[in-house]
């Protein structure tokens, strides 16, 4: 049974390339029955999209959005970089789905600005072709990373991750995550939000801060490419999900029987078929 949340929140999804872990956010959405769905940009990343490579789980992930917006979920679609086309969209909406380039909800009394973080990137603003050639190798490593966590599977070990790795050991890296956490943070308070929760560099965080000119709470979602992250608003709290395949086990192994219950039947069907 779904869990009920006041407020989920995704980013940095990037389907319609082969580093989305599609699959496993599926599984996540089916879990949760949130009373609003922020998708923090870079939803759909247009920028590496192919019309060759859109799996299924990439299609049923957009679908179980609609089912929820059919069943009464707000769901707001704010814009990111990889998704920009959609920015001559933005203020419009459909039924309960909403695109815009920023949200801002009061959630118990609290100021929250949502926004997708680019803004604060110069690589986006001043120099595209800059950003988007970082995306291309930021994607071949990823592709790397997938045939290389297949191989680790299949001999029974943990997958790794290279980009994550090269975030968290790069000085460089890790300053620019700094400066625009704390960017996005002196702007909050500056324009008196309680929270502001971007997306964008994929990393995972809710961080308290006092300063001498107010208090706030920034949170970031993190992505569904390595972290596999959201954030959860629920009674009045703010928490990260990391998935872990554990939580849904029986799921899944339910969901594998029956693939290969399909599979079976197929293969009948041909050898009837043929014969």
């Not at 969209?89 to 920023?102: H, P, Q, Y």
């Not at 890296?173 to 997306?199: M, P, R, T, W």
Request: hydrophobic share 40%; charged share 25%; with cysteine.
């Amino acid at each position: 049974m779904a869990r009920t949340v006041d407020v989920v929140v995704i980013s940095d999804t990037h389907l319609g390339t082969y580093g989305c872990q599609a699959k496993e956010l599926f599984t996540y959405l089916k879990s949760v029955s949130p009373k609003t769905l922020i998708i923090n940009g870079d939803f759909i990343d247009i920028w590496q999209f192919s019309k060759s490579y859109f799996p299924k789980y990439h299609l049923k992930v957009i679908k179980k959005i609609i089912d929820l917006a059919s069943k009464g979920t707000e769901v707001v679609y704010i814009l990111g970089n990889h998704d920009e086309f959609l920015r001559r969209f933005a203020d419009t909406s459909f039924g309960n789905i909403e695109l815009t380039n920023k949200k801002i909800m009061t959630l118990d009394g609290k100021k929250a600005w949502f926004f997708h973080g680019d803004v604060f990137d110069a690589s986006v603003q001043h120099s595209k072709w800059i950003a988007k050639l970082g995306g291309i190798g930021y994607d071949f490593l990823i592709r790397l990373n997938v045939i290389s966590n297949w191989i680790l599977t299949r001999l029974g070990r943990e997958k790794y991750s290279f980009s994550k790795k090269i975030k968290n050991n790069v000085k460089n890296a890790i300053k620019f995550i700094g400066d625009f956490e704390n960017a996005a943070i002196e702007l909050a308070i500056e324009n008196d939000f309680d929270y502001v929760i971007c997306g964008h560099i994929h990393q995972p965080q809710i961080r308290e801060v006092k300063s001498k000119n107010g208090n706030c709470t920034y949170l970031n979602s993190g992505d569904w490419i390595e972290n596999l992250t959201a954030l959860e608003y629920h009674n009045k709290k703010w928490k990260i999900y990391t998935y872990d395949k554990n939580d849904f086990k029986d799921e899944l192994e339910s969901e594998h029987q029956e693939m290969v219950l399909k599979n079976i039947d197929e293969l009948i069907k041909e050898v009837v078929k043929f014969n």
